[in-house]
């Protein structure tokens, strides 16, 4: 299987160039790079030993003119060699410092989940060369990687190989974006005005607001680890559990406040998650074949039964409305609901 080298850059082809030490002829960066690849560029020496032929470079530079530069002329080199090469610049990551984390660091990430995505689609093994460019860079793309699997590789000028951090192991826990992916979705959508997030997180649990960063621009974005988190989730296989509403769950809904909306929601997602076995541990039987989902103590409630593999959610009721919570303890029934039109959650 061929790989897909997936490249940082920096700008020590640059410095080198222009160092006398590396470079004591004065030649330019692209003779020099001709002449000594592993001595012109820390991204070149490191390339030079992992790649081989068929593969696919890609190079993902700054947003600056000698990141740029830096990319074109190691394309250019790649090139040469007969890889297939590509450049691709990542918006907002540039020496300014208001946009960096903001804007920069969340476009790697992203710039880097597509990649490996598309490496895979094709058939290809991927690879992240993490050698280059912002130490802030280097370490987000070593996060990335290892949620995704990949593995990264480094080399220093002091080093006589490459270093090579293996596929991680860690099944990663993605449970807080299974359980509140409707906030996670609606805040990477498009940028949302600070003061309507932070009314959206008082509804939800300060783990969720750790994920989030205000910027100057007086928005509020997912941090860059949180946008690591989003797209190494959405890699994730689906295994949520078909689920359905009756009209009267639908309406109950409709009539929620966001806070409570929200708390629902996330109770409707843990429950598409359980399996059997689950809600045995979590959900209470009632007469009637109805489940109570969670049991135990709980603001929210779901009555739902489980009808050929789909999960029909009949009543959604806690304890804020006592009465009417009492009264389906005792009467809820399926053959009340399985007349009704149910709709699916999406």
């Known amino acids: 299987m061929s790989q897909c080298l997936i490249s940082t850059v920096g700008t020590s082809l640059l410095g080198n160039a222009n160092n006398p030490r590396v470079n004591p002829d004065g030649l330019g960066p692209a003779e020099l790079l001709r002449r000594d690849p592993q001595r012109a560029s820390a991204e070149a020496n490191a390339l030079t030993r992992l790649a081989t032929p068929g593969d696919t470079l890609v190079f993902l530079h700054s947003d600056t003119e000698d990141g740029e530069r830096c990319a074109a002329l190691l394309a250019e080199h790649f090139a040469g060699l007969g890889h297939p090469v590509r450049r691709e610049r990542i918006a907002g990551l540039s020496y300014h410092e208001k946009g960096f984390v903001s804007h920069g660091l969340r476009s790697l990430v992203r710039l880097l989940a597509g990649e490996i995505r598309a490496a895979r689609r094709a058939g290809q093994q991927p690879l992240l060369n993490a050698t280059g460019g912002f130490k802030a860079e280097i370490a987000y793309a070593t996060a990335v990687g290892l949620m995704f699997g990949v593995p990264v590789c480094y080399i220093h000028e002091r080093f006589g190989d490459v270093v090579t951090l293996p596929a991680s192991p860690v099944g990663w826990d993605y449970s807080l974006f299974t359980w509140y992916r409707d906030f996670f979705e609606w805040i990477d959508e498009e940028p949302r005005p600070t003061a309507q997030v932070r009314e959206r997180l008082m509804a939800l649990p300060d783990s969720v607001a750790l994920l989030v960063e205000d910027a100057p621009d007086g928005h509020s974005y997912l941090s860059p680890l949180g946008e690591a988190y989003l797209e190494a989730f959405r890699g994730q296989p689906d295994t949520r559990r078909p689920l359905r509403l009756s009209p009267s769950a639908l309406r109950t809904l409709d009539t929620l406040d966001f806070s409570t909306r929200s708390a629902y929601l996330g109770l409707l997602e843990r429950l598409r998650h359980g399996g059997p076995g689950d809600w045995q541990r979590s959900a209470e039987t009632l ?60």
């Open 287 to 346: 007469s009637g074949g109805v489940l109570k989902f969670p049991k135990g103590h709980s603001a929210h409630r779901a009555f739902f039964v489980e009808r050929e593999g789909i999960l029909h959610v009949l009543e959604l009721c806690g304890h804020d409305n006592e009465r009417r919570y009492q009264e389906l303890m005792q009467t809820i029934r399926w053959s009340q609901y399985q007349n009704s039109t149910f709709q699916d959650l999406p």
